[in-house]
Structure formats: structure tokens, C-alpha cells
């Protein structure tokens, strides 16, 4: 049974920095593209950046670009997403999704798992 486990949100001012780990269990991790998606209130779920099984292709979000990185450790089973230069609509619940499809500007979640989400709020 796979389970992803979201870890590192809270509550930072504007311009601060926070690191969100997915981390992994019960599934041969490094196969699988993974993708990072927040939920804002009151707004749908929206793809923030997705990453290939080896890490070696990303791809963001016009609106996170230059601040947010993905990264994975294969070893560790786990996933990151770096946000700098937090701004107040970055406010939203972030869920990590593993075993979509990666696409070159996207990535589809049809298919895999979904963690159970961390609260990002940034307000001063």
C-alpha cells in the first residue's frame, strides 16, 4: 500500500522560505514521476511543479517559476519542493502526488497516489 506523507508547512511572512518533504513508503518510489499541487480556499487544486523518476527534467508553473524548486532523493524515497520569495497567494494546502504522467509543460495525476496535504500560509 502506498503512502506519501507531506511534511514542512506553516505559517511564514512574505518573502520568507519553507521546504515541503513527500516522503514515500510502500512503493518502488524511484519508477515513478511525482508532481507537487496546491489547493487554495475556495479554489480548485492546481499543478505546481512535476519532476521525472531520475530528477532529471522539471517543470513549473508560470507563476512559481524562479522561486520554487522540485527536487527528489531516489534514495530516500522522498521529494522537496523549495519556495522562496513566499507571497500571500502562495497560501494554500500543497498535496504531492506520485505516478502520473510527466509530460514537457505538465504532468497528469490519471493514475497513482495522493498524501494527505500540508497547510503553506503566508501572511505577515
Known amino acids: 500500500q502506498v503512502q506519501l506523507v507531506e511534511s514542512g508547512g506553516g505559517l511564514v511572512q512574505p518573502g520568507g522560505s519553507l521546504r515541503l518533504s513527500c516522503a514515500a513508503s510502500?512503493?518502488?518510489?524511484?519508477?515513478?514521476?511525482m508532481g507537487w499541487y496546491r489547493q487554495p480556499p475556495g479554489k480548485q487544486r492546481e499543478l505546481v511543479a512535476a519532476?521525472?523518476?531520475?530528477?532529471?527534467?522539471?517543470n513549473y508553473v508560470d507563476s512559481v517559476k524562479d522561486r520554487f524548486t522540485i527536487s527528489r532523493d531516489n534514495a530516500k524515497k522522498t521529494a522537496y519542493l523549495q519556495m522562496n520569495s513566499l507571497k500571500p497567494e502562495d497560501t494554500a494546502v500543497y498535496y504531492c502526488?506520485?505516478?502520473?504522467?510527466?509530460?514537457?509543460?505538465?504532468?497528469?495525476?490519471?493514475?497513482?497516489?495522493w498524501g494527505q496535504g500540508t497547510q503553506v500560509t503566508v501572511s505577515s
Open positions: 510502500g512503493s518502488i518510489f524511484s519508477i515513478y514521476a
Open positions: 502526488h506520485e505516478g502520473g504522467q510527466y509530460y514537457s509543460d505538465s504532468y497528469s495525476p490519471e493514475s497513482g497516489s
Open positions: 519532476i521525472t523518476n531520475g530528477g532529471g527534467r522539471t
